[in-house]
């Protein structure tokens, strides 16, 4: 089991930046990859970036690898999502997730459902 818990969204100027934090609990975190996904509503869930708790690889959607940094501090069993340069497009709930590594072999990166663990949310709102 998996406990996620985000914070650090809220209401921010076009331009701006912003860190998401996820506090990460559970057993073998080291047996997860863990990331970031949002959502706007009546648009489904959108892949943002992952990384593997354990190791460097990191992985990221097309449309915000330029912008957004994920990272992690295994210390703090913390996970972050830097965002640069806000746009107002950027609004949306932002989950944080996990996903078994030896249960989602093969499967891609972005696909929502094969993330098992997901965290409450938190709002991300970018004023133009």
């Known amino acids: 089991q998996v406990q996620l818990a985000e914070s650090g969204g809220g209401l921010v100027q076009a331009g701006g930046s912003l860190r998401l934090s996820c506090a990460v609990s559970?057993?073998?975190?080291?047996?997860?990859?863990t990331g970031w996904f949002r959502q706007t509503p009546g648009k489904e869930r959108e892949f943002v970036a992952a990384?593997?708790?354990?190791?460097?690889?990191?992985y990221y959607s097309n449309s915000v690898v330029d912008r957004f940094t994920i990272s992690r501090d295994n210390a703090k069993n913390t996970l972050y999502l830097q965002i640069n340069n806000l746009k107002p497009e950027d609004t949306a709930v932002y989950y944080c997730?996990?996903?078994?590594?030896?249960?989602?072999?093969?499967?891609?990166?972005?696909?929502?459902?094969?993330?098992?663990?997901w965290g409450q949310g938190t709002q991300v709102t970018v004023s133009s």
């Open positions: 990384v593997r708790w354990s190791g460097n690889r990191t």
């Open positions: 559970g057993r073998t975190l080291s047996a997860y990859i």
């Open positions: 997730v996990a996903r078994a590594i030896y249960k989602t072999q093969g499967v891609p990166i972005d696909q929502a459902r094969s993330y098992d663990y």
